[in-house]
């Protein structure tokens, strides 16, 4: 891009940024990915003026952080990559943590010595919900190599800055371990810098998967040398590396603590003992029926899931994805995910992301090709529409605890929320008795329901302090 079309785009997104601190909408002047994480930013509450990220390890604290984080080992390679362009070109190179955090820093002295002004350095945040769009927070959210320049970054201060950032991703446990990011004052930060900081992310990733088949080489021939090989190995993040040949119990279990009984993917019940780096797996049972997977995603509760004999807190983006796939019991490619999920704006790299986050948390309960539940599914709100179904108006009441993912924002959840709440409503009203809509009034969207508190004025006696309750609703604003 020319210098004369950054300056255009430079004033488009002052005046789109102006439109936004004002509250006069979200304009079209950012691109797409620019203006999501620019709402992301406002959302969480970020000040566009604040001045400098935020300090959360001081010098005391940050050497033990850096000494025991997984990217530690990799400081050279990337160094090495990345630290002869940042200091040929005055720019500097971040290493962060998977939440945000700066742990190692290096590049141009005056620079850095800049970038101190702002936080840009050891031991601050730079999370997108902390410091609004930023090639790091912004990387990390999205999951993908950004490149921000200039006034895409919502705070002012930020404005002579541009940063290019890429996720780093474990390949063995699919969780999110940092950013690597190159700063400049801008426009000296060419956009191709985020193809170098791209490429130097998957060399990390790589060096993470060859040191992972390593460990898990080492692990099997310990094992292999056990006499009669009992039980099935384990790496230390639960992925099965041996003894089970014929793939029953998935490519990785979800881990309970050595000694207690847990219960597999088919049902066996098995003891886990440590194994060296790892663990052993020991069948105590005969197969019986795999475990049911429950989900808890109705009311303005946390969404849990349960899953033998564990519950589990789900992200409300996990809950979304495991209501779509109980919908579709056949199941569902990642594009078809991507889209009732997000509409036209989504992208089925990040799908494909948060399954296999998924997957780690639930073993083998999500298949693939397409994407499907494996083992029998109860959730409340399948129970719900089971109940409608056979007009059983007190169970729907006791059972519809509010409504499905409130804050869900998906298409197909949002649909499927709307027609589940008109039908309990409409059978409560037509067939529901006093108990029943009581039941349904403290819900959210039943307490201040007109129709269904004028139900209750009228059925119930005048001495039912019930009735005394809903004719005070009724009556105030």
């Not at 390949?171 to 956009?191: E, M, Q, R, Y």
């Not at 139900?455 to 119930?460: D, E, K, P, V, Y």
């Amino acid at each position: 891009m020319s210098y004369s079309h950054l300056d255009a785009y430079s004033r488009r997104l002052r005046r789109a940024q102006e439109a936004v601190a004002t509250g006069e909408g979200w304009p079209d002047g950012p691109r797409h990915l620019i203006s999501a994480s620019w709402k992301r930013s406002m959302e969480a509450g970020v000040d566009i003026e604040t001045d400098a990220a935020p300090l959360i390890y001081d010098h005391a604290q940050i050497d033990d952080v850096r000494e025991t984080h997984p990217l530690r080992p990799l400081l050279p390679l990337l160094t090495q990559t990345l630290a002869s362009l940042a200091y040929q070109n005055a720019h500097v190179m971040i290493v962060t943590d998977g939440a945000g955090r700066v742990l190692w820093r290096d590049g141009d002295r005056a620079v850095m010595r800049v970038a101190d002004r702002i936080g840009l350095a050891a031991g601050h945040l730079w999370a997108e919900s902390s410091v609004g769009t930023n090639g790091i927070g912004t990387a990390l959210t999205t999951q993908r190599p950004v490149h921000v320049y200039s006034e895409e970054h919502l705070m002012r201060v930020l404005h002579v800055w541009s940063c290019s950032g890429a996720p780093i991703t474990d390949p063995d446990s699919g969780a999110l371990l940092g950013c690597v990011d190159v700063s400049g004052t801008a426009p000296s930060l060419h956009p191709a810098t985020v193809a170098l900081v791209a490429a130097t992310s998957r060399l990390a990733e790589a060096e993470l998967a060859l040191r992972m088949h390593e460990r898990d080489q080492r692990l099997r021939r310990r094992y292999e040398a056990l006499r009669g090989r009992p039980g099935m190995l384990l790496s230390s993040t639960g992925r099965v590396l041996a003894g089970d040949p014929s793939g029953s119990i998935g490519e990785r279990v979800l881990l309970a603590e050595p000694g207690k009984r847990m219960v597999l993917r088919d049902g066996r019940v098995a003891l886990l003992e440590p194994f060296v780096d790892g663990y052993l797996l020991h069948a105590l049972s005969t197969i019986a029926a795999p475990p049911t997977l429950g989900l808890s995603l109705l009311g303005d509760g946390p969404p849990t899931a349960t899953m033998g004999g564990r519950r589990l807190p789900l992200s409300l983006r996990h809950a979304e994805i495991l209501a779509l796939l109980a919908l579709h019991p056949r199941g569902l490619t990642a594009e078809q995910l991507t889209f009732h999920l997000y509409g036209d704006d989504g992208n089925p790299v990040t799908i494909r992301a948060e399954i296999h986050r998924l997957r780690a948390q639930l073993g083998g309960a999500v298949g693939a090709k397409p994407y499907h539940l494996t083992a029998p599914i109860e959730a409340d709100f399948l129970q719900v529409r089971r109940l409608l179904s056979v007009n059983d108006p007190a169970s729907v009441a006791r059972s519809y605890s509010g409504a499905l993912l409130p804050r869900s924002e998906s298409p197909e959840i949002r649909r499927e929320r709307d027609e589940l709440e008109v039908q309990v409503r409409a059978c409560l009203l037509r067939h529901g008795s006093p108990d029943d809509l009581w039941t349904y009034a403290q819900t959210p969207n039943g307490r201040d329901d007109r129709h269904i508190l004028e139900r209750l004025s009228a059925s119930l006696p005048a001495s039912d302090p019930r009735a005394a309750a809903a004719h005070i609703r009724l009556h105030t604003d």
